[in-house]
């Protein structure tokens, strides 16, 4: 068990506030683009957003430090959860599939292996982005084909309003997991 000297020294890389991850200057999510315009790309400029808030949460960390289970008895990692948000973009995409077609198989197998397989090893590392990236164009592109997001979908006939607002919350609840996650494995907070 952790002893409280054992943690690490809270720390941010900020200057100008020290609450912020980031500098607004280096940070990837500010920019001066005008704000969306329509419910879709409102919605798709957050999910951005949050893609680029987990991936700044796990950038400078090795193999081991992202698949490190910081706060036991969660089976969660920084690396789980790239691997789980993996698996979720897949499965949201079986969400929209015609009701006579043939689910996509899970990502990583059986349930719950996201996070229990996620192993300190660069080739794993590599892996799980890969898989991200491509799931996340994969079901970007298939969520595309639907042009009104009041129709409903797939066999369970899902508005696709509910969809595209559930990807939107499911990466901001796993980016507070990552918050924590990324601080008890360094000490580095912010936003």
Known sequence: MRRMTDEPARWTEATVHPDMWADPDDDPRNNDKPAPDGERATLHDFLTNFRLTLRMKCEGLDPEQLAR???????MSLLGLVRHLAEVERDWRNWVIDADA????????????????????QSAVGAAYADLERE????????????????????????????????????????????????????????
Do not use: M, N, W
């Not at 289970?69 to 089976?75: D, G």
């Not at 043939?102 to 090893?121: M, N, Q, S």
């Not at 696709?160 to 360094?186: F, I, K, N, Q, S």
């Open 69 to 75: 289970r910081s706060v036991p008895p969660s089976t």
């Open 102 to 121: 043939e689910p996509l198989p899970k990502l990583y197998g059986r349930r719950d292996a996201d996070f229990d397989e996620a192993v300190a090893e």
């Open 136 to 191: 996340q164009a994969a079901t970007d592109a298939a969520l595309a084909a639907f042009p009104d997001l009041g129709a409903s979908v797939g066999k369970e006939r899902i508005v696709l309003r509910e969809l595209l607002v559930h990807r939107v919350e499911e990466y901001a609840r796993h980016c507070g997991h990552a918050d924590l996650l990324r601080e008890c494995v360094d000490g580095r907070v912010g936003q």
